[in-house]
């Protein structure tokens, strides 16, 4: 009779403990929760208002844009933009109503960027090449993460070479007209300059292509 009452002591007592755990760890993991919660919203504020400070900026340089030498900065806050959004990204999800805001606004930042620099590259004669790449979210595309990984490492390696990414199922009217100029209806698909590569491009075939569209803008010298 005692054991019983022993046995079924320790088993409540084990019970309370766990629950105990239990909602300790669901008060933690809710906390942590919103406070990641707060953070992206943090983020998404300061990165809006980045993004509208780019585009401002973009305007006024397409007043003169020959006159202009160096447009590293500009450049790299693109990028620092980008890093930010994947950072979130992997805190909620690519599927994240704020996440696919960001993302729209920043496709289109990355549209007016590019067509910048191709002005740049067609009227002032720069030595740019302007990359396009059209993705689709990791669980639609097994090859995807591996090419922008690829293009990531050219992009670094290429002083002259702007990469730009958009997700080939975005409802941006923008990136839609873009698909329909080069005819992107698959990913990957990549633009280097106006030639249209698609499906896995292997780095040295994408290498090779960065030099052919190089030797094409490089002047000839007629002795």
């Not at 906390?31 to 401002?56: C, F, G, P, V």
């Not at 009217?173 to 990549?190: G, L």
């Amino acid at each position: 009779m005692n054991r019983k009452k022993i046995s079924k002591t320790r088993y409540i007592a084990a019970f309370t403990v766990s629950t105990l755990i239990f909602l300790i760890g669901l008060y933690i993991g809710s906390s942590i929760a919103n406070s990641k919660l707060a953070d992206i919203t943090y983020m998404e504020q300061e990165l809006k208002i980045k993004i509208m400070d780019m585009e401002l900026q973009q305007v006024l340089l397409t007043e003169n844009p020959c006159d202009m030498e160096d447009f590293t900065s500009l450049t790299n806050e693109l990028y620092n933009v980008e890093n930010k959004i994947s950072f979130m990204e992997k805190q909620v999800g690519p599927y994240d109503e704020k996440i696919q805001r960001l993302r729209h606004y920043y496709f289109i930042l990355e549209i007016r960027h590019w067509l910048f620099f191709k002005r740049l590259r067609e009227q002032c004669n720069r030595n740019i090449t302007t990359v396009l790449y059209f993705y689709e979210k990791n669980d639609k595309c097994n090859s995807c993460e591996r090419q922008g990984y690829i293009l990531s490492y050219l992009r670094k390696k290429h002083s002259s070479m702007r990469l730009y990414s958009f997700d080939v199922d975005s409802s941006s009217f923008a990136v839609d007209t873009i698909k329909k100029r080069y005819n992107v209806t698959s990913a990957p698909t990549i633009v280097v300059n106006n030639e249209v590569y698609k499906g896995f491009q292997k780095k040295a075939d994408l290498e090779l292509a960065l030099k052919q569209n190089l030797n094409k803008m490089l002047p000839v010298f007629k002795a």
